[in-house]
């Protein structure tokens, strides 16, 4: 069995249906985590069916998975992505439902009529692919379209013509009404929620949608067409909203609020569009719903409710894990998934999910709440030796508090955990077990994890390391070592303690950022003595190593490498990476080979020249020379006995052994090293904030084109070498013409 640490990486998935509003999981990450702890063919429960990404690589992985899905939109999902349908039966079940005849006249041209616009260049009329509003305006006041008559492609203004037809469709009539009716009845209170949110759509948008929908009822189709039809038309429903921003961006809609600028998209073609997100190159998995079980060989159950529900359904199913892709909070997306499961199957198909739509509060107090209930549900039914693994795509500080507390709060530890601050991504292994009694007071031992982790990192990080650490610590301590029981005030007392114990003491600074927000800034201990090298460092070793004892191999597999090497809150970060293999390395491909010019006896090489010059330099300026022989000796030009420069020559970008641990002043201190290494010093420098000071208390950077270059010039004294020092500054650009 693998180290549980050790962070798993993943890739990304091809674009999908909804993607913007679900969580971000990478791919490859479930099925080796479940590889790693269960065996194939076994049942493994995924209680949150946040994401259908995750229960489908399960399943393609050979488990049998059983997944809890309230929201009918989520179980849709996990449905279609699990059993994916052809372009070409898309592509066939729009044309007909194109072809559908709405009154005299066909539906296709009859929607893209709605978006009829004046080409500006050679008048004709053409559907628009979108229009640009203003967040308060009353019409659009620009468009996109491509002309097929003349070629014009790109924005344009709207005219009268453009603001009088938005202006045709209010958001009322008995076509509206129907959007409305088919969420709640006018007697039902939920009537009034659904109001609010039909408020997220322009009223052409709302009418193309039901327009559409209403045609589709009456459509003669089988329900497999009827599936691939609801599939496009969720895909529409979800590009009609007011929540696409303009220029467009990767907004992850939290409420329903347009932003400042957003597009409204030609609702036919959006639908046409889709077709290439929902057709996916994967065979067809079996699909079952609960209690019938998948085969062995691997697929889906599904079970159309809540986990607090299905827990009471499961007492002899042997589960052999849990897995999940942990939700944060989508008001949004949970009161539109309520709007499109009524609209396309009606109001039965919302069921209990309509609770969504007068919901008003969505904090993280009241998530931890939400997930400690499903957890709870969880750890009824497991028993100590069945392993949970929990994935937070989003891992912002909220999320990762809410998490551990629900999880403490249902009987489940933290067994390990595997912290990428670059990605937001955090991956917990935990399992059923009773609290442990504390060694310390709270405070005292929030303190004493957060020393841990930053004297381990060895370099100022992020809050969310020392939260983490702490949060690992509290998970294992009855109710998170607080004296409260109910979930949102144990989370909000953990956030609080944690907080306080960084902040009030005096054992921790921040650098930069806003010192009332503690999440913002990087964060240092007061007094470091235990402190290792700078994580950067270390991993520049460690890389440049597997690049001399191992084959060329891809980035990916130096980064899997290094995770193993630095596992836990010492996950490094991918930038640091690429950071280094483009210092030391070339690519041929996707594999990477140390370089010529990196390889150990031209380096050696090439630090005996540099020594060699600077000596040579020193005495031609008149300086005594003292070589420092020592390791970590600077080499020394002295005027009357005094040091005037101090030069650390090294072939590497391990700053941290040098600026950190030199006893030499700054203002005369340089350091000596490759040119390539500029940019990995440069990336060093950015990210912490004691090697930057150390910049600008004095220290300088010297490349070794640079000494040669002084060793050939002619005109240099004693009074420009300073001048000449900084002619070559520390960045990845070419070297500057010599001014001497």
Known sequence: MAQADIFLIGTHHPPSPLERYLPPVPRGVAASWLQQHAAPGGWVLEPFGASPHWAVEAARAGYRVLVAANNPIARFLIEMHAQPPSAEALTAALAALGAARRGEERLEPAILELYLTECPNCSAQVPAEAFIWEREADAPHAKLLHCKQCGMHGEYPCDENDAARAAAYPLSGPTLSRALERIASKDDPDREHAEEALQAYLPRAAYALITIINRLDSLDADAGERRLLSALLLSACDRATKLWAHPS????????????????????????????????????????????????????????????????????????????????????????????????????????????????????????????????????????????????????????????????????????????????????????????????????????????????????????????????????????????????????????????A???????????????????????????????????????????????????????????????????????????????????????????????????????????????????????????????????????WLQDGQAAFNFYVIASALLGEVLLGANTPAHNSLIVLPGRRAPLALYKLERDPRLAQAAEDGWRFLKFRAVRRLLATQTLTPDSIADAVRLDPLTAEALQAPLL
């Open 502 to 636: 960084v902040t009030m003491h005096g054992d921790f600074v921040q650098h930069g950022g806003n010192p009332d927000t503690p999440e913002s800034g990087l964060w240092w201990p007061t007094n470091p003595q235990e402190a290792r090298a700078p994580l950067a460092d270390r991993v520049e070793i460690a890389v440049v190593r597997g690049l001399l004892r191992s084959q060329p191999q891809s980035t990916l597999a130096h980064d899997q490498a290094l995770c193993a090497i630095f596992p836990g809150l010492l996950t490094p970060h991918p930038a640091l990476l690429e950071a280094v293999l483009n210092s030391y390395a070339q690519q041929d491909g996707e594999l990477w080979q140390l370089a010529a010019e990196d390889q150990p006896r031209q380096r050696r090489a090439d630090l005996v020249e540099m020594r060699a010059g600077l000596l040579i330099l020193g005495q031609q300026l008149g300086y005594e020379v003292e070589e420092g022989n020592a390791q970590g000796e600077p080499l020394r």
């Open 249 to 500: 961006g990767r907004l992850r809609p939290r409420q329903l609020n347009a932003p400042p600028q957003f597009r409204e998209y030609n609702i036919w073609f959006e639908m046409e569009r889709s077709i290439a997100l929902w057709a996916q190159p994967n065979e067809a998995l079996p699909v079952t719903e609960w209690p019938e079980s998948p085969p062995e060989s691997g697929g889906i159950c599904i079970y159309e409710g809540r986990m607090r529900d299905l827990a009471a359904e499961i007492h002899e199913l042997p589960l052999a894990a849990v897995s999940a892709a942990v939700p944060r909070p989508a008001p949004a997306f949970w009161t539109l998934c309520a709007l499109w499961a009524g609209w396309l199957w009606g109001r039965e198909a919302i069921g209990p999910f309509v609770l969504v739509l007068r919901r008003r509060r969505y904090d993280w107090a009241w998530h931890t709440e939400a997930l400690h209930a499903a957890l709870s549900a969880v750890a009824e039914r497991l028993s100590e030796k069945t392993p949970v693994f929990a994935l937070l795509a989003e891992a912002e500080g909220g999320l990762q508090a809410a998490t551990a507390v629900a999880a403490n709060l249902a009987g489940l530890r933290i067994q390990a955990m595997a912290y990428r601050h670059a990605a937001a991504e955090m991956q917990l292994t935990l399992r059923k077990g009773a609290a442990q009694a504390a060694e310390q007071a709270p405070d005292e031992a929030i303190r004493r994890a957060a020393r841990f982790v930053l004297n381990g990192r060895g370099q100022p990080s992020a809050f969310e390391y020392m939260q983490a650490a702490a949060l690992t610590l509290l998970n294992k301590q009855q109710n998170m070592g607080s004296g409260q029981t109910d979930p949102s005030e144990v989370y909000t007392h953990t956030r609080k303690q944690i907080e306080a």
